[in-house]
Nanobody, 121 residues
């Protein structure tokens, strides 16, 4: 099996920063893209940022210039540095990875359990 474990969420004041981490473990042969999604109460889950194995990045317009996604391929870990946080960034943040398991023939999506980020004064 494959597990994604997120950490780093919490409560922060507007204008503050947080760094999320997500480590993938298990019977992993290769990981293609990794990303962060978020879901606020009453809203659909949305893409925040995504990074390919070659470290090409994509960001939602709402976070461009404030958030930075990065990854350590040797550690199967993806990070999200969030700066200049706003109340509208409040949501549960989910890690996602496109994983090829050992002995598998195709990639499959895996999700973490989610970590709460609350931006409030």
């Amino acid at each position: 099996q494959v597990q994604l474990v997120e950490s780093g969420g919490g409560l922060v004041q507007p204008g503050g920063s947080l760094r999320l981490s997500c480590a993938a473990s298990g019977s992993i042969f290769s990981i293609n893209a990794m990303g962060w999604y978020r879901q606020a109460p009453g809203k659909q889950r949305e893409l925040v940022a995504r990074i390919t194995s070659g470290k090409r990045t994509t960001y939602a317009d709402s976070v461009k210039g404030r958030f930075t996604i990065s990854r350590d391929n040797a550690k199967n870990t993806v990070y999200l540095q969030m700066n200049s946080l706003k109340p509208e960034d409040t949501a549960v943040y989910y890690c996602n990875a496109d994983v090829l398991r050992a002995a598998a023939t195709s990639y499959r999506d895996y999700w973490g359990q989610g970590t709460q980020v609350t931006v409030s004064s």
